[in-house]
């Protein structure tokens, strides 16, 4: 069994880490159409419960093995002759036919036949998780590639910088065009989103990876997989730092399904208001974390443990103010609410990649990074279903106001239990250890 042999790059050049960031163009018109008008359109306009639309949200993320297969096939064999440029762009292919079926299955609901709508809107939601997560770990292992072992966390993290940055202006642009639901608008967002995603999906990885070529190649078979898997899970740091990384994006993501379904619920604004919730703590996500980026990015990544419990610990203070200001009916706190949680979310999200670039050593980063990409999306999905659930439950002996303030208290928490659980995690040893040479095999 040999090792891949890549031409690992001497020199960081930001034009290359920034083509490969406009990537994330296409990601986040793709996260903003599903999670944010698709979900909004399904509860507050068609009135369907919130549990069966969470539950279809968290559907693409159960689908966590093939993040793993796939980051580990990446390292191993290659597919049309590149290492990984030909994997992502195999599962941005199968996410573009999600699209248009998202916009047939509310046509569906629209014209009562809930069956048929339920049903595109599965096959909708699959697609689209086996093309994110066949893509996803693979591309973040691409960046990591193409810089310097000094600089690939920077690398990772500016990347992921630029997919949080477009969230708030996706998030506004998509709430300005389409105010009030109408399905002329939907369809023009759906073809838009579609052909905006395939051309940044394409131009972002094209000629990147001439670099990286794979020369040589190992076995990726199922007992090769089942090895590596095993051998990286035997370490418990990567497993306590998987289960810090899971209850964190879990709790982070609780208000995902319901933030503004929230404000509609509770303070009757309009879809037009409520999509831009997603701005106003996205915006405090981008400058704090450009922010981390300026002031530590010179500090050595296994070391950002004390900024990653900051991050979410201001995070919880933001759920806990959302909680008051719900079961209080203050609407005017709630915009420096959600300021608050993007602000500890910006300092969480630039400890958590640093920690994250950390605990993925040269061999099998792929698999390292297709395991967090799977705990990441999985617990996301988790949590997504979870405030869905939630709501439903508490409405049916509590007011919108205190329902929805009660998810936010226990998101809350949940975010202090992961804040607690960072600082326990030796990561810095797990570093010392693979950097002496004794990496998994």
Known sequence: MTTPVADTPTTFKIGRTLRLSTFQIGSAMGEILTASVWNRIMISDLGLPATPVGLLLALQYLLMPIALWVGHRSDNVPLFGRQRSSYIWLGRSVMLIAFPLLALSIQQFEAGMNRQGWLLATVAFLLFGVGKLASGSVYLALVRDSAPPAKRGLAIGAAETVLIALFPIVAIGFGRWMEQYDPAILWQMVWFTAGVGAFFWWFAVVRVENHTLI???????????????????????????????????????????????????????????????????????????????????????????????????????????????????????????????????GAYTFGGLSLMAAMSPSRNAGAYLGLWTACILLSKGMGTFAGGLLRDLFLLFASPAVAYGLIFIVAGVCLLTAAWLVGRIDIPGFVQHHEAGHEQV
Do not use: K
Request: charged share 15%; no cysteine.
């Open 215 to 345: 020369s040589s190649r190992r076995t990726a078979d199922p007992a090769a997989f089942r090895h590596t898997i095993g051998r990286i899970w035997q370490d418990g740091r990567p497993r306590a730092f998987f289960w810090f990384l899971a209850l964190a994006t879990f709790a982070a993501w609780m208000q995902d399904n319901i933030l503004e379904p929230f404000g509609g619920d509770v303070f009757a604004l309009d879809a037009g208001v409520t999509t831009r919730f997603t701005g106003y703590w996205g915006t405090a996500t981008v400058i704090v974390l450009l922010t981390y980026f300026w002031l530590y990015r010179r500090q050595r990544p296994e070391n950002q443990q004390p900024v990653t419990a900051f991050g979410l610990s201001f995070m919880a203070v933001g759920m806990f103010g959302l909680g008051v200001a719900s079961a209080f009916q203050i609407e005017r706190m709630v915009t420096l609410t959600l300021v608050f949680f993007g602000a500890g979310f």
